[in-house]
Every structure is written in C-alpha cells, then in structure tokens.
Nanobody
C-alpha cells in the first residue's frame, strides 16, 4: 500500500525557513504527481503546491508564490517543500499527498493518498 511519511516540521521565527520532506513507498514514485496541503486550526485543509511526475511542472497557491518551492527526487522517492520568508499565517499542519492516478496534469490531480502531517509553527 502507498505510504507517505512527512518530516521537517518545527517552530521557526517569522522570516525564517524550513524544509519539509515526504518519503513515499508502495508504488512507482516517479509516475505520480505529488502535492502539499495545509490545515490551520479551525480552518479547512487548503492546497499549497504540487509537482508533476517528472518534476518539470509545478503549481502554487497565490499565498505562497515566491516564498515556497516544491521539488522531488525520484531516485530517493521523496518530495520536498522549501519554505522561506515564513509568516505566522503559515502556521498549520502540513500534509503530503500523492495522486490517485499516474501521469496526471498537476493542476487537475485527484489526490488519493495522504501522509499523517507535520506541524509547522511560525512565531511573530
């Protein structure tokens, strides 16, 4: 079965940086789009960013454009989220997601698998 394990969350001051990682297993990682979502207390889960199977196409929410970068290493079955210039409003649990179907267009992906989440807290 598909397993996604996030790591790298923590507490950081506003303006700081963090890098999240998501290690995937259970199927051919390089065939599937990967994404990051987040959920703040009392709010619904929201899309942050996604990357297609090859890594050549990415898609970002407006709120993180220019600050966050998604990347993947298909040899390591891992997707990353580099977060710079963090703001208190970025505080949330961050979830890694994997596409249900292979070779999907990155902004039209049905997300079928989820990690357990990692907490990111940005202090002001």
């Amino acid at each position: 079965q598909v397993q996604l394990v996030e790591s790298g969350g923590g507490l950081v001051q506003a303006g700081g940086s963090l890098r999240l990682s998501c290690a995937a297993s259970g199927r051919t990682f390089s065939a599937y789009a990967m994404g990051w979502f987040r959920q703040a207390p009392g709010k619904e889960r929201e899309f942050v960013t996604a990357i297609n199977w090859s890594g050549l196409s990415t898609y970002y929410a407006d709120s993180v454009k220019g600050r966050f970068t998604i990347s993947r290493d298909n040899a390591k079955n891992t997707v990353y989220l580099q977060m710079n210039s963090l703001k208190p409003e970025d505080t949330a649990v961050y979830y890694c997601a994997s596409a249900r179907w292979s070779y999907t267009i990155v902004d039209r992906t049905d997300w079928g698998y989820w990690g357990q989440g990692t907490q990111v807290t940005v202090s002001s």
